[in-house]
């Protein structure tokens, strides 16, 4: 921050004078205010710290400010969308805001608001996500080597920070961009407590309503609540409430009719209270902290169409209790924790359809974890984190030690290298399948004594250099094994139990590389490189490259800030996924019993397809660039800041998956295009 202070002090090189000096001290008086040099006063960043204090393996720590560098998707600033920008996480297509982490499946993400699980943070599909922008103060994502303290996926830890405004008064953002709207509201509470609210609507159905009734019949909300509050004898208690649901709703015209459409939606509701002890036994350390955090999780989709010929409903009731006591000194970190969670997992379809699991699945769950983890400052050159994680499902009698270790040694102050192991568990799963290029949802189930638990060992090394106080450059390889991975059975029987899922094995390795620049004067980005190869090998023995098998990924992300405007841009070049090639395909006619013969209507003959090995083709490498900028003006006080933002500014014809159709000769086959050039624009007042 740049402080211009003034102040009635004597000039540079002169000593004070007692008021009693005579001449000399009035002569002083009339010198009058003297304007000082302009001081600069910088905190060390929060990435800084980390790098210094922690081991800090493949932790990405971004801010709310950082994640508005990336222009803008649809207009709308996506947390989601902008950390697919960051080494190491990667989107199938422009239609997912799902992230595969390291050659992960996308089911493998730990995704956290202050530290509570939410099950599906998307909408639409996939295409956005659910955390709205104002409400987000930064984002911690550690993308593998996560310690003992975090369990029950195989890829990455995902935990979204809701804001805290410590300012007086209400303080707040509104936005209208082409999708939605936008309020967010917050400010002090009080004396050491702080508030927020923010809530978002798209209004598409709205507009189109106007003309044609149930032309756009489809819209989703949020709504994202936080409060914090600082309590006698050194307690802290915090709470985060969220909903957001998505409704497709169809009124037909005719009374008799039943309405039909699609629901789903998220809603977390969790509570933490802390408490810092200053006095300890010196054998603990300095200081003591004392957490214990409850919350419940719920996802609901309940889907019903032509009235009730197809009924789908996938439901997550998740109850969880957490605690930590955490003692710090200046050389060394203890922390012991436990989980304890319950889950009631349903899912059910009456008729098989593409995208849909054809099962039904009713199920409980309940785990119980606990861990410890050691943070030691050996020297100070070398910090080593150890930890040891338990994991135990007692309904079906399986549980878990898992090992987490990882170093950092300091060659100098501003250079580091890296390493990590640690072996990771989960047993909660989604039954989408991860060839399909469109996952419109996950639907959860658990492990039970025919689907066990997953396990992955992860192994990473790197390096990471902060070139100025600014700029950082990181470089970090790694080797994940998993063991007794599951997939969905595309021919499972629907009325029997226990063929849902086929064993799956495989590895992925890979390398990422990052250059960051921080915001220290009018430009802030950064470069992101992953280099990813996947292998998987099916029940049968075969072996195959999973749709996630990226090789390539490269993101540039810059902006450049001036006085009254900002430049935003983005571009991204990929190599392209596996995808399975049909090869033919040919109509399957029906026998009929009754006259023991086969039928010639043409309503009843089936098309069947002739596949190619299993993703054994690449989709062609694809290629976007996107562009925004903002302006700013105060009036009355407000910020005032429209926008316009234009994804693929050059209309490249990327492609997200083929049409095959083998009836015509020759044979076609039809690319189906990932987003066209698409310009948006929005408004934004802050006060």
Do not use: C
């Given at each position: 921050?740049?402080?211009?202070?003034?102040a009635?002090?004597?000039?540079a090189?002169?000593?004070?004078?007692?008021?009693?000096?005579?001449?000399k001290?009035?002569?002083?008086?009339?010198?009058?205010?003297?304007?000082?040099?302009?001081?600069?006063?910088?905190t060390?960043?929060?990435?800084r710290?980390?790098?210094e204090?922690k081991?800090?393996?493949?932790?990405l720590?971004?801010?709310?400010?950082d994640?508005g560098?990336?222009?803008?998707?649809?207009?709308?600033?996506?947390?989601?969308r902008s950390?697919?920008?960051?080494?190491?996480?990667e989107?199938?297509?422009?239609y997912?805001?799902?992230?595969?982490?390291?050659?992960?499946?996308?089911?493998?993400?730990?995704v956290?608001?202050?530290?509570?699980?939410i099950y599906?943070?998307?909408?639409?599909?996939?295409l956005f996500g659910?955390f709205?922008?104002?409400?987000?103060?930064?984002?911690?994502m550690m993308?593998?080597?996560?310690?003992?303290?975090?369990?029950?996926?195989?890829s990455?830890?995902?935990?979204v920070?809701?804001a805290?405004?410590?300012?007086?008064?209400?303080?707040?953002?509104?936005?209208?961009s082409?999708?939605?709207?936008?309020?967010?509201?917050?400010?002090?509470?009080?004396?050491g407590g702080?508030w927020?609210?923010?809530?978002?609507r798209?209004y598409?159905?709205?507009?189109?309503?106007?003309?044609?009734?149930?032309?756009?019949?489809?819209?989703?909300?949020?709504?994202?609540g936080?409060?914090?509050h600082?309590?006698?004898?050194?307690?802290r208690?915090?709470?985060?409430?969220y909903?957001?649901?998505d409704?497709?709703?169809?009124?037909?015209e005719n009374?008799?009719?039943?309405?039909?459409?699609?629901?789903?939606?998220n809603?977390?509701?969790?509570?933490?209270?802390?408490?810092?002890?200053?006095?300890?036994?010196?054998?603990?350390?300095?200081?003591?902290v004392a957490?214990?955090?409850v919350?419940?999780?719920?996802?609901?989709?309940?889907?019903h169409?032509?009235?009730?010929?197809?009924?789908?409903t996938s439901?997550?009731?998740?109850?969880?209790a957490?605690?930590?006591?955490?003692?710090?000194?200046?050389?060394?970190?203890?922390?012991?924790?436990?989980?304890?969670?319950?889950?009631?997992l349903?899912?059910?379809?009456?008729y098989?359809?593409?995208l849909?699991?054809?099962?039904?699945?009713?199920?409980?769950?309940?785990?119980?974890?606990?861990?410890v983890?050691e943070?030691?400052?050996?020297?100070?050159?070398?910090?080593?984190e150890?930890?040891?994680?338990?994991d135990?499902?007692?309904?079906?009698?399986?549980?878990?030690?898992?090992?987490?270790?990882?170093?950092?040694?300091?060659?100098?102050?501003?250079?580091?290298?890296?390493?990590?192991?640690?072996?990771?568990?989960?047993?909660?799963?989604?039954?989408?399948?991860e060839?399909?290029?469109?996952?419109p949802?996950?639907?959860?189930?658990?492990?039970?004594?025919?689907?066990?638990?997953?396990?992955?060992?992860?192994?990473?090394?790197?390096?990471?250099?902060?070139?100025?106080?600014?700029r950082?450059?990181?470089?970090?390889t790694?080797y994940k094994?998993y063991?007794?991975?599951?997939?969905?059975n595309p021919?499972d029987?629907?009325l029997?139990?226990?063929?849902?899922?086929?064993?799956?094995?495989?590895?992925?390795?890979?390398?990422?590389?990052?250059?960051?620049?921080?915001?220290s004067?009018?430009?802030?980005?950064?470069?992101?490189y992953?280099?990813?190869?996947?292998?998987r090998?099916?029940?049968?023995?075969n072996r195959?490259?999973?749709?996630?098998?990226r090789?390539?990924?490269?993101?540039?992300?810059?902006?450049?800030r001036?006085?009254r405007?900002?430049l935003?841009?983005?571009f991204?070049?990929?190599?392209?996924?596996?995808?399975?090639?049909?090869?033919g395909?040919?109509?399957?006619?029906?026998y009929?019993?009754?006259?023991?013969?086969?039928?010639?209507?043409s309503?009843?003959?089936?098309?069947?397809?002739?596949?190619?090995?299993?993703?054994g083709?690449r989709?062609?490498m694809?290629?976007?660039?996107?562009?925004?900028?903002?302006?700013?003006?105060?009036?009355?006080?407000l910020?005032?800041?429209p926008y316009?933002?234009?994804?693929?500014?050059?209309?490249?014809?990327?492609?997200?998956?083929y049409?095959?159709?083998y009836?015509?000769?020759?044979?076609?086959?039809?690319?189906?295009?990932?987003?066209?050039?698409?310009p948006?624009?929005g408004?934004?007042?802050?006060?």
């Amino acid at each position: 921050m740049v402080a211009a202070l003034i102040a009635a002090v004597p000039a540079a090189g002169q000593r004070p004078t007692a008021p009693d000096s005579g001449k000399k001290a009035d002569s002083l008086s009339r010198r009058g205010p003297v304007m000082l040099p302009a001081v600069r006063s910088d905190t060390t960043r929060i990435e800084r710290r980390l790098f210094e204090s922690k081991p800090n393996v493949s932790n990405l720590s971004i801010s709310a400010r950082d994640l508005g560098s990336a222009p803008r998707f649809f207009a709308e600033a996506d947390v989601l969308r902008s950390l697919q920008l960051m080494p190491g996480v990667e989107a199938r297509n422009d239609y997912s805001a799902g992230m595969n982490v390291r050659g992960g499946e996308a089911d493998q993400n730990l995704v956290l608001l202050d530290g509570y699980p939410i099950y599906n943070p998307f909408h639409f599909g996939g295409l956005f996500g659910t955390f709205i922008e104002p409400a987000v103060s930064r984002v911690d994502m550690m993308t593998g080597g996560f310690p003992a303290p975090f369990g029950g996926r195989l890829s990455s830890v995902l935990n979204v920070r809701s804001a805290e405004d410590a300012r007086s008064g209400v303080h707040g953002t509104t936005e209208v961009s082409l999708i939605a709207s936008t309020l967010a509201l917050g400010g002090a509470l009080g004396s050491g407590g702080t508030w927020s609210l923010a809530g978002r609507r798209t209004y598409a159905d709205q507009i189109v309503n106007l003309v044609h009734r149930n032309g756009f019949p489809y819209h989703f909300a949020d709504v994202h609540g936080h409060v914090a509050h600082s309590l006698p004898w050194g307690f802290r208690i915090a709470g985060t409430i969220y909903g957001g649901n998505d409704l497709l709703h169809y009124e037909p015209e005719n009374s008799g009719e039943q309405s039909q459409g699609i629901m789903w939606g998220n809603h977390v509701l969790g509570g933490t209270l802390s408490k810092v002890f200053a006095t300890v036994p010196v054998t603990l350390g300095d200081s003591l902290v004392a957490e214990q955090r409850v919350s419940q999780s719920l996802f609901d989709m309940a889907t019903h169409i032509d009235d009730g010929g197809f009924t789908l409903t996938s439901k997550v009731r998740e109850v969880r209790a957490a605690g930590s006591l955490t003692a710090y000194s200046a050389s060394h970190t203890h922390s012991i924790g436990y989980e304890l969670a319950g889950q009631r997992l349903d899912y059910s379809v009456n008729y098989p359809v593409p995208l849909f699991p054809s099962d039904s699945v009713s199920q409980s769950e309940r785990s119980i974890s606990a861990y410890v983890d050691e943070l030691w400052h050996v020297t100070p050159s070398l910090l080593i984190e150890t930890g040891l994680r338990y994991d135990d499902l007692p309904a079906t009698h399986e549980r878990a030690i898992l090992p987490r270790f990882s170093l950092k040694y300091f060659v100098n102050e501003n250079f580091a290298l890296t390493a990590a192991v640690g072996q990771y568990a989960q047993w909660i799963r989604s039954l989408a399948r991860e060839d399909i290029p469109l996952r419109p949802v996950d639907y959860w189930v658990g492990s039970d004594s025919l689907t066990p638990m997953s396990k992955a060992w992860h192994y990473i090394v790197g390096m990471e250099r902060w070139v100025t106080p600014s700029r950082v450059f990181r470089v970090e390889t790694f080797y994940k094994r998993y063991s007794r991975l599951i997939e969905p059975n595309p021919f499972d029987d629907p009325l029997r139990t226990g063929d849902e899922f086929l064993p799956v094995q495989g590895w992925s390795t890979g390398a990422d590389v990052m250059i960051r620049q921080f915001e220290s004067g009018r430009f802030g980005g950064w470069l992101a490189y992953t280099y990813t190869l996947n292998s998987r090998t099916d029940a049968l023995g075969n072996r195959f490259f999973p749709s996630q098998d990226r090789r390539h990924d490269l993101n540039l992300v810059g902006s450049w800030r001036f006085p009254r405007y900002t430049l935003a841009a983005r571009f991204n070049l990929a190599s392209g996924t596996p995808y399975t090639a049909i090869v033919g395909q040919f109509q399957r006619i029906r026998y009929i019993p009754y006259n023991s013969g086969y039928t010639s209507e043409s309503r009843l003959p089936e098309l069947q397809f002739l596949t190619g090995p299993r993703n054994g083709e690449r989709l062609p490498m694809s290629q976007r660039l996107d562009v925004s900028a903002t302006t700013n003006f105060r009036p009355w006080g407000l910020a005032v800041t429209p926008y316009v933002s234009v994804m693929n500014v050059y209309n490249a014809h990327n492609v997200f998956g083929y049409v095959f159709d083998y009836a015509k000769a020759p044979p076609t086959r039809i690319s189906l295009p990932q987003f066209p050039v698409f310009p948006t624009f929005g408004l934004s007042l802050s006060w």
